[in-house]
């Protein structure tokens, strides 16, 4: 590299002096350039070449570099006859001379002419004999320099973020300095993380650089060292024990971005249906027993959102075959209770839908207006805040139409606001299956809420959807989620969408199975792997329930409600009706179940209020389906994988939740070495509490320590694959 050089200010400069000569004749051949080249070139006296001296000095000595350049037609010699080499002390004295001979030059450049232990700012002043052409003309050049420190190039920073995630492009930088301050360098700059990623660069004397490489990523879950080496530094420098540097990324499978991703503003809740007739005379209670402990573990579990039908028949005797109708009322009312005193935010559902109902809907909304303002008013029932009518209307609910569902909540609306409630109680539309048993397209749930949406959104608060999947066929549950969302949030417009519910869900067993019993109703009881148990005994239950919530929570949704909190009947369908339970019946001591307990997890690291955030990665594979709208649609394009997603609390609150759908038909141990987990985003140096779901297999919850973050606000930590975890701020006992 050619540089006019200059020494600091303050110090005494000199200038360079280059003088054409005509000087003796030396015998001896020259490797100068060819006749053809030479008999363009000037005469001696017409300053034929120009030259420049560069003297550097460091702890290993001094040396020069004298490059000789041509003009007009003359060539660059590669050889100079003779130098003379004059250095000089401080106070200007000479103190050396010396001479050599047929020096090699390449290009016109002699490099590296030991000069010995010349110290910084001393004058050098050389005599060069340049020889050229057939005629052996003789150029004399002279000049002057002082001798400079040699550069010292440091990599003095790197930029880089301290986390970042599996497969993600980040930026690194590094910052090169030239730190002597009299002359710059050339170099080449290299990141050691990925191989043959290097830049060149050239940092000016004083000064420094910043090299970029961009788009860097990296494929494994692992911290990494980022190591920025400088080298090959022209000229070269005085230390190079300072040309590295190195860096740490925390590179993660999953990480909480910033800004955070809310895909819903505040959570109702998360909680479960409570059977209304648990205290009526429908439900046969082992004499003697009582009601056992069932109030003390539903209060236990904490839900926080409660789904409770009213039935017109049942509690009301609008049919007047329930003579019993008035023990069944108050069983209805202590069943609200019981949720309030759980903490729960109660929904009550206008259960069925008779023809009188249907075709006069004012007084039937009249007095469900009036049950609910003696819940909130006579009662002090204050969690009641939300309502609906009729359930699964889109199914086989008496086979209401969309004109007659209209009448019955535009009833409702106006008999709450004559009563002064209509604040108090939100109205929640939809409650739809996929589509009814008839199969018929317009009861297709795409047909039914888009016309709610159109004709009824300004009556309604909030939708709801039921979901129900096969444990064996758990494709069913995605598909569901990802139709539905389809649904809410690009076949509405965005003037026509509210907040999305699933207000029943649920895992299926099967009605055969081999040894046991075929059930008459759609009961489906039985997990055939083990034994043909029942399905809500078994962990897999517990494992896709909690599954569905956190794939929910992903797609936005803002509350659900598992069928069923607890043993007991609705009606007189069949003995062991609605066998979805989280406690068991009482004839085994109100059993809670792996499903209570995985709910329970939830339940107590979340609370209503908080948002819903999402982890990256998030893509297409994520939320998409090969196609929507497909009736008993049961794939989605998304491979089993870690599943997660957050919640974050006014006060600086923070919980993930997830799990690994490998496991999700695990009932037993898995024989895997346990997934590990590696989140980033968190906030650096926090301690959080790991709860455990199912961790040994028993379907049971555990706290298994606590896991604080690194400075790069990185949480790495293992969990079974038959588990579930809350990584949460949450205090956990």
């Given at each position: 590299m050619n540089r006019h050089l200059q020494l600091p200010s303050g110090r005494r400069t000199a200038a360079l002096l280059v003088v054409a000569a005509i000087g003796a004749t030396f015998a001896g051949a020259s490797r100068a350039a060819p006749a053809d080249a030479a008999t363009v070139c000037p005469s001696a006296t017409d300053d034929a070449y120009d030259m420049r001296l560069r003297a550097l000095t460091g702890p290993a000595g001094a040396d020069l570099r004298i490059s000789v350049a041509a003009t007009a037609g003359c060539a660059r010699p590669q050889e100079l006859k003779k130098i003379?080499?004059?250095?000089?002390?401080?106070?200007?004295?000479?103190?050396?001379?010396?001479?050599?001979?047929?020096?090699?030059?390449?290009?016109?450049?002699?490099?590296?002419?030991?000069?010995?232990?010349?110290?910084?700012?001393?004058?050098?002043?050389?005599?060069?004999?340049?020889?050229?052409?057939?005629?052996?003309?003789?150029?004399?050049?002279?000049?002057?320099?002082?001798?400079?420190?040699?550069?010292?190039?440091?990599?003095?920073?790197?930029?880089?973020?301290?986390?970042?995630?599996?497969?993600?492009?980040?930026?690194?930088?590094?910052?090169?300095?030239?730190?002597?301050?009299?002359?710059?360098?050339?170099a080449v700059v290299s990141l050691s993380a990925i191989p043959g990623a290097a830049e060149p660069v050239s940092v000016p004397?004083?000064?420094?650089?910043?090299?970029?490489?961009?788009?860097?990523?990296?494929?494994?879950?692992?911290?990494?060292?980022?190591?920025?080496?400088?080298?090959?530094?022209?000229?070269?420098?005085?230390?190079?024990?300072?040309?590295?540097?190195?860096?740490?990324?925390?590179?993660?499978?999953?990480?909480?971005?910033?800004?955070?991703?809310?895909?819903?503003?505040?959570?109702?809740?998360?909680?479960?249906?409570?059977?209304?007739?648990?205290?009526?005379?429908?439900?046969?209670?082992?004499?003697?027993?009582?009601?056992?402990?069932i109030e003390e573990k539903v209060k236990k579990l904490e839900p926080q959102l409660v789904r409770i039908f009213y039935n017109e028949n049942w509690d009301?005797?609008?049919?007047?075959?329930?003579?019993?109708?008035?023990?069944?009322?108050?069983?209805?009312?202590?069943?609200?209770?019981?949720?309030?005193?759980?903490?729960?935010?109660?929904?009550?559902?206008?259960?069925?839908?008779?023809?009188?109902?249907?075709?006069?809907?004012?007084?039937?909304?009249?007095?469900?207006?009036?049950?609910?303002?003696?819940?909130?008013?006579?009662?002090?029932?204050?969690?009641?805040?939300?309502?609906?009518?009729g359930n699964e209307p889109n199914g086989n609910s008496g086979g209401v139409t969309l004109e007659q569902y209209n009448?019955?909540?535009?009833?409702?609306?106006?008999?709450?606001?004559?009563?002064?409630?209509?604040?108090?109680?939100?109205?929640?539309?939809?409650?739809?299956?996929?589509?009814?048993?008839?199969?018929?397209?317009?009861?297709?749930?795409?047909?039914?809420?888009?016309?709610?949406?159109?004709?009824?959104?300004?009556?309604?608060?909030?939708?709801?959807?039921h979901v129900y999947w096969w444990y064996d066929r758990s494709g069913r549950l995605e598909y569901r989620l990802r139709d539905t969302y389809n649904l809410m949030t690009r076949e509405l417009s965005a003037a026509q969408r509210k907040p999305t519910y699933m207000m029943e869900f649920g895992i299926r067993g099967y009605n055969s199975c081999t040894g046991k019993p075929t059930l008459a109703m759609a009961n489906?009881?039985?997990?055939?792997?083990?034994?043909?148990?029942?399905?809500?005994?078994?962990?897999?239950?517990?494992?896709?329930?909690?599954?569905?919530?956190?794939?929910?929570?992903?797609?936005?949704?803002?509350?659900?409600?598992?069928?069923?909190?607890?043993?007991?009947?609705?009606?007189?369908?069949?003995?062991?009706?609605?066998?979805?339970?989280?406690?068991?019946?009482?004839?085994?001591?109100?059993?809670?179940?792996?499903?209570?307990?995985?709910?329970?997890?939830?339940?107590?690291?979340?609370?209503?209020?908080?948002?819903?955030?999402?982890?990256?990665?998030?893509?297409?594979?994520?939320?998409?389906?090969?196609a929507y709208e497909v009736v008993g649609g049961a794939s989605s394009s998304d491979e089993p994988e870690k599943e997660l997603v957050g919640y974050a609390g006014p006060n600086g609150q923070l919980t993930i939740m997830g799990l690994d759908t490998n496991g999700k038909e695990l009932n037993t141990v898995s024989s895997e070495p346990a997934p590990a987990y590696s989140i980033g985003g968190l906030p650096a140096h926090t301690d959080f509490n790991l709860a455990v779901w199912n961790a040994t297999g028993d379907g049971t919850n555990s706290i298994a320590g606590t896991v604080t973050t690194n400075a790069a606000g990185v949480a790495r930590f293992e969990v079974p694959l038959q588990a579930a975890f809350a990584l949460t701020t949450v205090p956990m006992s």
């Open positions: 003379q080499l004059k250095t000089f002390a401080a106070d200007g004295s000479l103190e050396r001379t010396r001479n050599l001979f047929d020096v090699d030059a390449p290009g016109g450049v002699a490099n590296a002419i030991n000069l010995g232990d010349v110290p910084r700012d001393r004058q050098i002043e050389a005599e060069v004999l340049v020889q050229t052409g057939t005629s052996k003309r003789t150029q004399v050049l002279r000049g002057v320099t002082r001798t400079f420190l040699r550069p010292d190039l440091v990599v003095e920073e790197i930029i880089a973020p301290q986390q970042s995630r599996v497969g993600k492009p980040v930026v690194v930088r590094a910052v090169i300095a030239e730190r002597n301050g009299d002359v710059g360098a050339d004397a004083s000064g420094n650089v910043t090299v970029t490489f961009p788009g860097v990523s990296f494929g494994s879950a692992v911290p990494v060292e980022l190591n920025m080496t400088v080298e090959g530094a022209d000229p070269f420098e005085t230390d190079v024990a300072n040309n590295g540097l190195t860096a740490s990324l925390d590179v993660t499978e999953h990480e909480l971005p910033t800004p955070r991703n809310v895909l819903f503003p505040s959570l109702l809740g998360y909680g479960a249906q409570f059977n209304m007739h648990l205290y009526a005379p429908v439900t046969p209670w082992p004499a003697g027993l009582g009601y056992g402990d009301a005797n609008l049919d007047s075959l329930h003579p019993e109708w008035r023990e069944n009322y108050a069983s209805f009312v202590k069943a609200v209770e019981l949720a309030q005193a759980a903490g729960a935010t109660i929904d009550i559902s206008y259960q069925s839908l008779s023809t009188g109902t249907r075709t006069t809907p004012e007084p039937a909304m009249a007095k469900f207006a009036d049950v609910l303002a003696e819940l909130v008013r006579t009662r002090g029932l204050t969690n009641v805040r939300w309502a609906e009518v009448a019955l909540y535009r009833a409702l609306h106006a008999q709450l606001v004559a009563r002064g409630l209509r604040e108090q109680l939100q109205l929640m539309g939809g409650g739809l299956i996929e589509i009814s048993a008839q199969g018929t397209e317009d009861r297709h749930h795409y047909v039914w809420m888009k016309w709610i949406a159109e004709h009824m959104s300004d009556v309604i608060d909030g939708y709801a959807e489906h009881l039985y997990y055939r792997p083990d034994g043909c148990t029942d399905i809500w005994r078994t962990n897999i239950a517990g494992f896709q329930q909690l599954w569905f919530n956190i794939a929910s929570a992903q797609l936005g949704v803002a509350g659900s409600a598992k069928w069923d909190a607890f043993w007991g009947r609705y009606d007189n369908s069949s003995i062991n009706n609605q066998l979805y339970w989280m406690v068991g019946p009482p004839t085994e001591g109100s059993p809670i179940t792996p499903t209570y307990n995985a709910m329970s997890l939830l339940f107590h690291v979340t609370e209503p209020g908080w948002q819903i955030i999402g982890l990256d990665p998030w893509v297409d594979d994520d939320w998409g389906v090969p």
